[in-house]
């Protein structure tokens, strides 16, 4: 079983930046891509962002040029830069480590982002 400690949630205003990080226990971690992904009230949990274990990475179109995720094999840690933040970027982020096999969620760390 994989541990997670998320941290660098907080409240924000609308313009401000928050850095999230994510740190796993075990050897998965290096051989596991890994994702951000977010929770609104009342709406699905969405994908925002993804780094594979080569270091490719991705984003969701409404974060694209705001966000960078960026992963430390060392620290068995993986960050998401959130700049220039929004109202809707509000929610509760999670990171998610998978490998073929497996597939582990942290336990969410809340962002709030005022007008």
């Known amino acids: 079983q994989v541990q997670f400690v998320e941290s660098g949630g907080g409240l924000v205003q609308a313009g401000g930046s928050l850095r999230l990080s994510c740190a796993a226990s075990?050897?998965?971690?290096?051989?596991?891509?890994i994702g951000w992904y977010r929770q609104s009230p009342g709406e699905q949990r969405e994908a925002v962002a993804d780094?594979?274990?080569?270091?490719?990475?991705a984003y969701a179109d409404s974060v694209k040029g705001r966000f960078t995720i960026s992963r430390d094999n060392a620290k068995n840690t993986v960050y998401l830069q959130m700049n220039s933040l929004k109202p809707e970027d509000t929610g509760v982020y999670y990171c998610?480590?998978?490998?073929?096999?497996?597939?582990?969620w942290g336990q969410g760390t809340q962002v709030t982002v005022s007008s």
């Open positions: 998610n480590l998978r490998t073929p096999q497996d597939n582990y």
């Open positions: 075990g050897r998965i971690f290096r051989f596991s891509d």
């Open positions: 780094i594979s274990t080569g270091g490719g990475t």
